[in-house]
Structure formats: C-alpha cells, structure tokens
C-alpha cells in the first residue's frame, strides 16, 4: 500500500499526537481528578495573603491577624481570629509549594517530548531547535499561571486538576506548530523516508509507530515513578486545599462582609478520594 503526498501531513499528525499521548498517558495525569476552583487569583508573601479581582486587591490578610475587605478592616471574635489564623497558615504553606508542583510537572512533561524527540530524530536535526523552542513557551505560559519571585507567590484563577490540561493542550499545541513546517525532514529522520518520492509504504508507517510505542513503554518504566510522586503530591494539596475550603466557608458564615467571597470553590464529584 501506497501513500500520496496529503497522507504525510496525517503521519506528521499522528506523530505529534502520540508524543503528546506518551506524556498525557502517564500516571501523574492517571486517576488524579481535583474539583477544587480558585475563583480568584492568590498572592502571598511572608506576611501577608492578598485575593486578587484581575490587578484589583479585594481581601488582605496581614500577620495572619488582620483581615482587610475592600480596604477596611473588620473587627473580628476570638474564634473568628483562629479560624482567620488557620485559614491564612494554609495559604501560606500550600500556594508556594503548589508553584513548585506545577514547575516539576511540566519539566517532567516537556524533558519527556525533548527526550522522545531526540531518540526520534536527533540533537542535530534541524526541527529540534524549534521543538526547543516551543517547549520554552510551554514553560514560560505555566509560569505566567504559577509565578513565583524571591518570597512572592501567586496562582491565577482557576482548577488543581486544569493544570495537567493547560499543559497538555500547550504541548500538542507547540508540538504541531514546531513539526509541522518541516514534515519531510522529520519523516525522512524517523524513517528513511524519501519525502521527494511522495510515498510511504504502510510497512515503514508501522515501523515508525511500533518506534513510538516502544519509546513509551521504556519512558513510563523510568519516568512513572516520577510522574506518581507528583500525582500523589497533587492530591495531597487537593485535600488540603478542600480542609481550608471548609475553614473559609465558617469564616464566611461568621463574618457578614467576607460571604459574597467564595475564594475556593468546590464542585460534588462522584468517586471523590478522602484525604482527612
């Protein structure tokens, strides 16, 4: 069986899929479901925990004491103060830690594909310096999300578990766009395939496919471990994460100006793992 010219585009499409495939397969991405939202952005420092609207500060809590909404501070109980204590030593210790489990998950994912690239094609082709530089962007927009400079911290709106899929979505993304501006090369690369010809036994497309699906079987043996390290960190924060949501819906009942802000949200799931 022969293919014309339109099919090298599909094999290329295919190829980017399954490298994509090899990461999201992996046991971090495996089982790992969080039904924790953040419903707006969360910046801490050392001394203090700030609830960003977009740019705009709406709540603040210094020195784990003093809480700030809208700019004025609230008188608050003895119990309302523990509550508020608990409440901001959560933040403090679980947003900076959550940064550094978002940055190992997609160094984990992107060495993964430069990795398999490599076996694929080589350090010296010419389409790996731009896969290097798609992987870049993957990681530079994961940091935009998770920023992190000397004791600041800061977690943009949004899941635990959209982590894993911004990532995966980045990478095809960049894969696609670093691949498929020099398919012949990289087909002629993996394969020995003549891209001049315009044909590709079915024979050599199986061969590069039984290629693809041995790098993954040798990948998941060395990098699972891994990837369940980060899986089980992961949900370790989800259940935290789900502690400090009940703390700040007691807080919310108790203090009046604080219950028209839901920071951290979560939806009923079924199947849901206990971690208290």
């Known amino acids: 069986m022969k293919f014309s010219k339109a099919p ?3 094999l290329c499409a295919y190829i980017v899929t399954t490298l994509a495939l090899i990461v999201s397969a992996m046991p971090a991405h495996a089982d790992f479901t969080c039904d924790i939202d953040f419903a707006y952005g969360i910046a801490v420092n050392n001394s203090q925990v700030r609830v960003m609207e977009k740019t705009r500060t709406v709540i603040q809590i210094n020195e784990q004491h003093q809480l700030f909404i809208g700019g004025t501070l609230q008188t608050l109980s003895e119990d309302e103060q523990r509550l508020l204590k608990e409440y901001s030593r959560g933040l403090h210790y679980v947003v ?11 160094d ?21 310096e731009r ?3 798609a992987m870049k962007r993957v990681r530079w927009k994961v940091k935009d999300k998770f920023r992190h400079a000397s004791n600041h911290y800061y977690i943009g709106p949004g899941t635990l578990e959209s982590v ?3 990532v995966d979505t980045e990478i095809e993304a960049q894969l696609e766009e670093a691949i498929s501006t020099s398919i012949g090369g990289i087909l002629s690369a993996i394969g020995g395939i003549n891209t001049e010809e315009g044909e590709v036994s079915e ?6 496919a039984r290629q693809l699906e041995m790098m993954g079987e040798q990948l998941e043996l060395e990098v699972g471990p891994k990837a369940d390290t980060l ?4 949900q370790w924060f989800c259940n935290k994460l789900k ?7 007691k807080l919310r009942a108790s203090v009046t100006a604080l219950q028209p802000y839901d920071i951290i949200t979560s939806q009923p799931q079924h199947n849901t793992q206990s971690g208290d």
């Open 203 to 208: 024979a050599r497309v199986e061969e590069i």
């Open 131 to 133: 896969l290097n530089s």
């Open 108 to 128: 984990l994912a992107v060495d993964t594909i430069e990795r398999v690239y490599l076996g694929l094609v080589g350090r010296d082709h010419e389409s790996f």
């Open 164 to 166: 894993d899929e911004f």
């Open 231 to 234: 899986r089980n960190k992961a």
């Open 243 to 249: 502690r400090l949501d009940r703390i700040e819906e």
């Open 96 to 106: 900076p830690k959550m940064i550094v489990l978002a940055t190992e998950g997609v």
């Open 8 to 10: 090298f585009k599909h």
